[in-house]
């Protein structure tokens, strides 16, 4: 081929090659992106340090099986007098680097382990090996994808792989080296190849489109760099595509057009998606997404770029400065900076749970537009609703005698009161705020002076066990200083009263007497707590703000309840709202928990 051709990729003998494999580096020099592994191969090659096994790994397209065959050639180049040795360099022009490149050599075997899985295959593999090379100074066996061999293929090469002759070297290509096993991997040198970077494959590309006579915007460019998440050969195959579109154009091939050829809609189009669902206006947001898909973009990639515009409105939330980075379009730096003033974190986290999880939903829904305007619906409607920290507050302010039923209590718009709710927070659970309210300290007592006192001195004591097995398996029958009468549930432990009169007589000093009977006695503990939090729930659930919410959502449920100072606090309801997944429901982990300082715990 002339290196007219081989710059343009067109070969009239052979028709026309793709720009991925056109521009498919020949030496290190060519190969972009992966600076930490040529470095070291680098070093290795300088100082003859030249392990027999290596084992490179990445996503797709970052160069696996590009940088096997470079070092194939480096192994076995003699330079272009024939007396070269290995060299990082390969100088491509003598038969050794020729005929690898043409995949004519012999000695250079490469093999795809999904079509070659099993122990026979490798049998084939290991008597090839104790055969000197034909032609090559080593025979250089390269397996892609080697997470695809069986088990029994991998420990038939294992002896081979850890003692192989000085004449062969193993080179393995994989995408999933978490199944590789250990044993293969500690017999190799291990190379990450990682992904590149969009300014790189920006600055690539541009150069490939110039070399190819094509005139690309550098909006288009940056598009298509983007699409290739880091894969180069992702990134040519589409930079092919969108010099195919723009053929015949007279003008560079816009942004609009790689939009267009990518299903992708508009970045305005997102962040007007994005502002409407947020003010609340559902109309609005369902008018552009149906605009969008007629246009011909995916629903599911509509909803992936309004959850990529709620990642940069956080960000910029959090992180102010990212906003000065000169790759970033003006655009997203305008408009991103105006929503991360106007919205909370605490809106912000709602909508990115929400969406992530609406981005599951419609990849798995029979209809993906439906289920994106369901996801947008339900995004709108939650924008209206006030944040949990203000039902906090609302259940906190609302007076008493609020009628049953009706509206929902306004969330309280005045200054916040001088005491924080979160200093009046108690700490610890319900059960010992009640405790502490009704009884002294026990630092403070001579004595125990009821049961009460007796449970809240085993907990102070450390004495959990003894303290959990008295609330739910002791009924009280009769309580004297020194004296105790009991009757023990059926599940209770057989020595209960010996160890409650042994903790008794070591942390008071004195001699009490535990008496066990067979019949009468109050309700445990336990079961007095359940009761008042039965009470407390059917309190919760006659308040007019739950009666409201119960009322908006028809199915849902009150789960748990919470104390907050004096006030009752809905911790978590089940939403049962339409949506595209059968069983969605909502609670308080799709929200975060409440915080009642008005934020989120994320």
Same mark, same amino acid.
């Given at each position: ?29 060519a ?18 340090r ?21 070092i194939a ?6 330079g ?11 100088c ?10 043409d ?5 250079v ?26 032609a ?8 892609d994808?080697?997470?695809?061999l069986?088990k ?9 792989l850890e ?17 590789v ?17 969009v300014?790189t ?10 070399r ?6 550098e909006?288009?460019i940056?598009?298509?760099?983007r ?8 990134g040519?195959?589409l ?8 053929t015949?154009?007279?003008?560079a ?6 939009r267009?050829?990518?299903?992708l ?39 992936q ?6 990642h ?8 102010p ?31 990115w ?16 537009l439906?289920?994106a305007?369901m ?11 006030p944040?949990?920290a ?16 009706g509206?929902?209590a ?9 005491r924080?709710?979160r200093?009046?927070?108690?700490q ?6 009640a ?7 026990p ?5 125990? +002076? $009821?049961?009460? @006192?007796?449970?809240?001195? =085993? /907990?102070?004591?450390?004495e *959990?066990m003894?303290? !959990? ?6 009924h009280?029958?009769?309580?004297q ?12 432990v ?52 739950? +009666? $409201?919410?119960? @009322?908006?959502?028809p199915? =849902? /449920?009150?789960?748990?309840? *919470?104390a907050?100072? !004096? ?23 799709d ?12």
């Open positions: 081929m002339s290196e007219s051709a081989e710059l343009t990729g067109k070969d009239s003998k052979a028709g026309y090659r793709v720009l991925a494999r056109t521009y498919r580096p020949s030496n290190f020099d190969l972009i992106g992966q600076d930490a592994m040529v470095r070291t191969l680098t070093n290795a090659f300088e100082s003859g030249l392990a027999h096994a290596f084992v490179l790994t990445g996503v797709r397209g970052v160069g696996k099986t590009t940088t096997a065959r470079i050639r480096a192994l076995n180049c003699i272009p007098d024939g007396t070269g040795g290995p060299t990082i360099n390969p491509g022009v003598c038969d050794m680097c020729r005929s690898i490149a995949d004519r050599m012999v000695d075997i490469e093999m795809d382990a999904a079509s070659n899985t099993g122990v026979d295959n490798m049998r084939e593999l290991i008597d090839g090996v104790r055969y000197r090379p034909v090559a100074r080593y025979k250089v066996y390269i397996i994808e080697v997470h695809m069986s029994g293929a991998f420990n038939a090469l294992l002896k081979t003692e192989p002759p000085a004449h062969v070297k193993f080179i393995f290509a994989t995408t999933e080296i978490r199944k096993p250990v044993t293969v991997l500690s017999r190799c040198q291990r190379f990450d190849l990682r992904r590149v970077d300014e494959l920006a600055a690539y590309f541009t150069t490939v489109a110039a190819e006579g094509a005139k690309v915007e909006g288009a940056r598009l298509i760099a699409s290739a998440d880091g894969s180069v050969r992702d040519m195959s930079l092919d595509q969108a010099i195919a579109v723009g015949g154009d007279q003008g091939l816009t942004e609009e057009s790689v267009a050829m990518l299903g809609a508009d970045r305005a189009r997102s962040f007007d998606i994005f502002e409407r669902v947020m003010a609340g206006d559902a109309p609005g947001a369902i008018a552009t997404l149906a605009a969008d898909y007629a246009a011909g973009a995916d629903p599911i990639i509509l909803l770029d309004v959850l990529d515009v709620t940069w409105v956080t960000r910029l939330k959090v992180a400065g990212a906003a000065d980075d000169p790759m970033v379009a003006e655009l997203d730096r305008v408009r991103g900076k105006a929503l991360a003033e106007t919205l909370s974190m605490g809106e912000l986290t709602r909508a749970q929400m969406l992530l999880k609406g981005v599951r939903e419609a990849a798995t829904a029979p209809a993906p439906q289920a305007e996801i947008l619906i339900r995004l709108a409607f939650m924008s209206d609703l944040t949990p203000d039902a906090a507050k609302a259940l906190t302010t609302a007076p008493a005698s609020a009628p049953q039923g509206g929902v306004p969330a309280p718009s005045g200054p916040s009161p001088q924080s709710p200093a009046s927070m108690p610890g659970n319900t059960q010992a705020v405790r502490t309210e009704v009884q002294p300290r630092e403070e007592q001579v004595g125990p +002076r $009821s049961f009460a @006192d007796i449970i809240a001195l =085993a /907990e102070t004591q450390g *959990r003894l303290r !959990a097995e008295m609330m739910r398996n002791v009280l029958v009769s309580f200083p020194g004296q105790l009468e009991i009757r023990l549930s059926a599940g209770a057989r020595d209960l009263p010996n160890r409650i009169s042994r903790f008794l007589g070591t942390v008071t000093g004195a001699r009490w007497m535990v008496t066990v009977v067979q019949s009468g006695g109050a309700e445990t503990l336990g079961e007095q707590q359940d009761a008042a939090a039965r009470d407390k729930r059917e309190e919760v659930t006659r308040h007019p703000l739950m +009666r $409201s919410i119960l @009322d908006a959502f199915g =849902a /449920e009150l789960e748990q309840v *919470r907050i100072g !004096a006030a009752l606090l809905p911790a978590a309801v089940t939403m049962d709202v339409p949506s595209t997944s059968p069983n969605a429901e909502y609670s308080d982990d929200y975060g928990d409440v915080d009642p300082e008005g934020d989120l715990d994320l």
